[in-house]
Nanobody, 116 residues
Framework: VQLVESGGGLVQPGGSLRLSCVVSGSFVRVGDMTWYRQAPGNEREEVARIGRGGGPRFLGRFSISRDDAENTIYLQMNGLKPEDTAVYYC???????????????WGQGTQVTVSS
């Protein structure tokens, strides 16, 4: 199972970015998926979580959504601020076989830098 994030980059304050995370590999079901971020010198923190079948959730300047058919989640970030600068990570609970435990997986992260 692999999680691959994309969509990060350099953006000016007030700008927007849309991050994506795709789950690929051999599995039977993807459960809860979560965006985390980690800024230099800080602990990793949860940004937004969405369950299987969940509709978009609006969290102030950010919103999270998912496409279960594509095993993908998105993080729409608007009104970005310099303090949003961090590596953004995708996390997912994935069941690889029916009747077995769910395992937790992380992506490699995508850098978001907000700077003028």
């Amino acid at each position: 199972v692999q999680l691959v994030e994309s969509g990060g980059g350099l953006v000016q304050p007030g700008g927007s970015l849309r991050l994506s995370c795709v789950v690929s590999g051999s599995f039977v079901r993807v459960g809860d998926m979560t965006w985390y971020r980690q800024a230099p010198g800080n602990e990793r923190e949860e940004v937004a979580r969405i369950g299987r079948g969940g509709g978009p959730r609006f969290l102030g300047r950010f919103s999270i959504s998912r496409d279960d058919a594509e095993n993908t989640i998105y993080l729409q970030m608007n009104g970005l601020k310099p303090e949003d600068t961090a590596v953004y990570y995708c996390n997912a609970d994935v069941r690889t076989h029916w009747g077995r435990d769910v395992n937790n997986y992380w992506g490699q992260g995508t850098q978001v830098t907000v700077s003028s």
